[in-house]
């Protein structure tokens, strides 16, 4: 495909990471959805609007697959959310499979019994975060590395069954499926990654446990659609998903919270009283990666005065919808009294993020635990000097300096 003339390309230029790029807010103003270029250099829609964002998050004519998987857009190198993903004739099926097998195991009520495992684990990372101060003596320590890192690691292995002690391997491979530019490593990086979760789900088979690599085992008795690559792809994807999203949204958090103290000092000042409220206005706030999530329209759909035609690519950007200034009074304000705070960080409708139960407990308990540790938390370093992992598909941070 050729590049859209005139059309700006993704990702935008942003000033640091805790804004997200100024150009979202001229492109709102033109209208909720504009024509832009990928960073792969094919034509796409971009939408940068609350509304419109919900409303095709809600729409069945928009999938992740594509009708003639050849002619579509592509978005990045990534391995992920880079291009068409599942068959189109039975996408719907196969989602309703999803859905049917992971939702008990990331049920609201499972993450709240989960909640003292994660908060002991959390303890953990922290004890090993003030060791690291200890003997650093007086020098910074690297939050990223032993907190927002680890803790996420440590839940989504204990989560679906996969040993820590391959920690290592998988965070290797994470890197190297989300990088934008990759030439072709991404990919070889997924396959990779679904021979591992392959690997292990044959384990399951032998000696099932509590976890859901075990029940996307047992799930597979009783569907002979769901085959060994869907279920090796579907493990990696979680276990992806699982702790990079996290990992980023507790350094950011952490970044939102330090970069002005009266924010820190409010919540050290009442930890329970706060910390809901505090993590809902970093979900809100914090965008890793400079795109958006993918869809494919099914259907000639017309949503905000224009139509969207059969194949077209569309880029949700969740990032820009929740600091639409229709819906958020003040909205690159951080307001942890915010309310009400309906944003869109895990999507909306029946792509609503299975996981996110599970990321907001986590977040919860961190930012509960880590203040009322280390009431005095600071960065070593000003925001605008920390290294931003803009060729990644979820952005991010590998270091978070912090003295106490």
Known sequence: MTTTERAPQLPFERPNVLDIAPLYRVLRREGPLVRVTTPAGDPAWLVTAFEQARE???????????????????????????????????????????????????????????????????????????????AAAGEPVNLHEHLSFPLPVLVICELLGVPYEDRARFRDLSDRIGVLDSDGDAQVAMEEFADYMGGLAAA?????????????????????????????????????????????RIDLGVLLLLTDPDRRDALVADPEGRVHNTVEEILRMSAPGGLGLLRYAHADVEVGGVTIRTGDAVIISTASANRDESV???????????????????????????????????????????????????????AEELDVRSNRLTGGLTSVPVVW
């Open 56 to 134: 095709i998050f809600g729409d069945p004519r928009f999938g992740r697959s594509h009708p003639a998987p050849e002619q579509a857009s592509m978005i990045s190198g990534a391995a992920v959310m880079s291009g068409p993903q599942g068959d189109y004739d039975t996408e719907k099926a196969a989602h309703s499979r999803l859905r049917k097998t992971l939702v008990p195991a990331f049920s609201a009520n499972r993450m709240r019994r989960l909640g003292d495992r994660i908060q002991e684990l959390a303890d953990r990372c922290l004890d090993d975060l003030a060791a690291a101060h200890e």
């Open 204 to 248: 399951k088979r032998i000696e099932p446990g509590q976890d859901v690599v075990s029940d996307m085992v047992a799930a597979q008795a009783e569907d002979p659609a769901f085959t060994d690559g869907d279920l090796a792809r579907l493990a990696a994807g979680l276990l992806f998903a699982g702790h990079e999203t996290t990992s980023n």
């Open 328 to 382: 958020f009074e003040n909205p690159d304000e951080f307001d942890a009294d915010r309310k009400p705070n309906s944003h869109i960080a895990f999507g909306y409708g029946g792509f609503f993020c299975i996981g996110a139960s599970l990321a907001r407990t986590e977040l919860r308990i961190v930012f509960g635990s880590l203040f009322r540790r280390f009431p005095g938390l600071r960065l070593a370093v000003p």
